[in-house]
């Protein structure tokens, strides 16, 4: 009787009788509560890829927002400049200067052209161009070429052409870490570490949980790197740097740093190899740097490296953890970020001002400096000067190609020069609201890469005011969001410039 009882109870939706025994398929209520059981585990995933989306929007961790923040910023660059690896590094806003000024080429790689900087104005070359624009040089140039993943002989095949074009005053050879890459040593890529489901499974994943796929993704690509390294499958990037000073390769880099010599005495053009340590870490770099910087001094090459000045100014910083990635662009990106390319662009300044002042020329701390948007973001924004201080420009109808970090997305346009600046009016037919934040031109000292918003007028609320606390500081990019009506998407921005900065300043 109750065997019959219990059999009645279960709901399935297939049952098989043998004998005495019922064998039930899927269970109704088996089905609910495994449903039940899905859906509060797939809820508690979505909490906690929300929460690490909050915490990485409030900078405490890196993942995918930062990428996809990366890939826009670096799309734009890409749109408004020209796609010839080898010629000098330009883009729309940035024309080439002409004239009779002497001129200063830089080589190099990424450093030279390629990572997200919100403007590229904080590339250190550009730095070095500002620095000496700020010291009273006004009759020299800085111009550079270089290309993501360039190595030394790739710069030097590309000297080679632009040399003899350019005719440069003095060379500088930006030196990094995978410059010695002579393609012997592999190195692991992310396309080796392919999650170990399909693409289509990936593509759904990662549109329901963003934030968990990319840790995943990232843990699994960092084991897979130390678990196959070797010289099979390649070695991950530190371990890798390291290999391209030893053996087979660095014997090849020897004779590439020797063509490189010998192409500069050929050339009758002086020039000078500068470090470019991205963070401050003897531990770090002092291994990487050792051998190489041997060969460029044997080679005939002068050397400044900036890394005992770099960890004297700043302390030693671990080579891994998060006051390593402070100084990075962002914490998606760990190319130097602006402190660190302003005071490779200074350390480079006070070298050519004690070997090479004579292409300097003259110093002129007095003369006025000139508002110039020279950059922005997104790439179709089209900024024009209509004068001294006022632009217009096309706001964008939708903030999917600005950047996204920090939020809300925003549009950015950077000044040729950074210098103070009091207040910043908005103006257009359908402007309706707006908010701005300023970025402060790196200094000697250490501080965050903060954007800083500007106050409300009291009686013009698009007129916004530079906070107390930054305005004498020099302002290199600022970034605005604005809600406007209509199909008139013009908007047209007021500098005014503070009290003239103190000589020299």
Same mark, same amino acid.
């Given at each position: 009787m109750g065997n019959r009882l219990s059999e009645r109870a279960v709901r399935s939706l297939m049952a098989w009788r043998f004998g005495r025994r019922t064998i039930y398929f899927a269970p109704i209520y088996a089905l609910v509560c495994g449903a039940v059981s899905l859906a509060v585990v797939l809820a508690i995933l979505v909490g906690v890829d929300r929460v690490l989306g909050r915490l990485e929007s409030a900078g405490w961790t890196s993942g995918e927002q930062w990428k996809r923040h990366n890939q826009i910023v670096e799309e734009n660059h890409r749109r408004k400049t020209t796609t010839n690896e080898c010629e000098l590094r330009h883009w729309n806003g940035e024309p080439l200067p002409s004239g009779k000024q002497k001129t200063i080429l830089v080589f190099g790689d990424s450093f030279v052209w390629g990572p997200p900087y919100v403007t590229l104005n904080h590339l250190w070359w550009r730095q070095l161009a500002i620095e000496l624009e700020r010291r009273g040089y006004h009759d020299v140039r800085v111009v550079a070429a270089g290309h993501p993943g360039w190595s030394t002989r790739r710069q030097l095949e590309c000297a080679r052409q632009l040399v003899p074009e350019v005719k440069p005053d003095l060379i500088v050879w930006g030196y990094v870490t995978n410059d010695p890459d002579e393609k012997i040593v592999r190195q692991i890529f992310d396309s080796q570490d392919q999650p170990p489901y399909g693409q289509r499974i990936r593509q759904k994943l990662k549109w329901l949980l963003p934030n968990l796929s990319f840790k995943f993704e990232s843990l699994r690509a960092d084991k897979l790197a130390v678990q196959y390294a070797g010289p099979d499958y390649g070695y991950a990037y530190a371990d890798w740097e390291l290999k391209l000073v030893g053996g087979e390769n660095f014997?090849?880099?020897?004779?590439?740093?020797?063509?490189?010599?010998?192409?500069?005495?050929?050339?009758?053009?002086? /020039?000078?190899?500068?470090?470019?340590?991205?963070?401050?870490?003897?531990?770090?770099?002092?291994?990487?740097?050792?051998?190489?910087?041997?060969?460029?001094? /044997?080679?005939?090459? #002068?050397?400044?490296?900036?890394?005992?000045?770099?960890?004297?100014?700043?302390?030693?910083? /671990? #080579?891994? +953890?998060?006051?390593?990635?402070?100084?990075?662009?962002?914490?998606?990106?760990?190319?130097?970020?602006?402190?660190?390319?302003?005071?490779?662009? /200074?350390?480079?300044?006070?070298?050519?001002?004690?070997?090479?002042?004579?292409?300097? +020329?003259?110093?002129?701390?007095?003369?006025?400096?000139?508002?110039?948007?020279?950059?922005?973001?997104?790439?179709?924004l089209n900024v024009r000067q209509t004068g001294a201080n006022t632009f217009e420009l096309d706001f964008p109808a939708t903030t999917s190609r600005m950047p996204q970090l920090p939020t809300p997305p925003a549009a950015l346009v950077a000044l040729r020069n950074p210098q103070p600046i009091v207040e910043v009016g908005f103006a257009g037919t359908g402007l309706q609201k707006v908010r701005a934040w300023a970025l402060l031109q790196a200094e000697d000292r250490f501080e965050g890469d903060n954007w800083h918003e500007l106050e409300p007028f009291d009686s013009d609320p698009h007129i916004l005011l530079m906070p107390a606390s930054i305005a004498e500081r020099r302002i290199s990019a600022l970034r605005f969001s604005a809600e406007m009506q209509g199909s008139d998407r013009k908007l047209r921005l007021t500098l005014s410039p503070a009290v003239a900065p103190r000589s020299g300043e």
């Open positions: 014997e090849r880099y020897r004779e590439t740093v020797r063509e490189v010599g010998e192409f500069l005495k050929q050339s009758n053009v002086p /020039a000078f190899l500068q470090t470019l340590p991205h963070f401050p870490s003897r531990e770090y770099f002092e291994p990487r740097y050792a051998a190489p910087l041997r060969e460029w001094r /044997a080679a005939g090459v #002068p050397v400044h490296d900036s890394l005992d000045d770099f960890v004297r100014r700043y302390g030693e910083v /671990a #080579p891994t +953890g998060k006051e390593a990635l402070s100084w990075g662009i962002n914490p998606g990106d760990s190319h130097p970020g602006p402190q660190a390319t302003h005071f490779l662009a /200074a350390q480079a300044a006070d070298f050519i001002e004690e070997k090479w002042p004579e292409i300097l +020329g003259p110093k002129d701390t007095q003369r006025k400096r000139e508002f110039v948007i020279n950059d922005w973001l997104p790439s179709d």
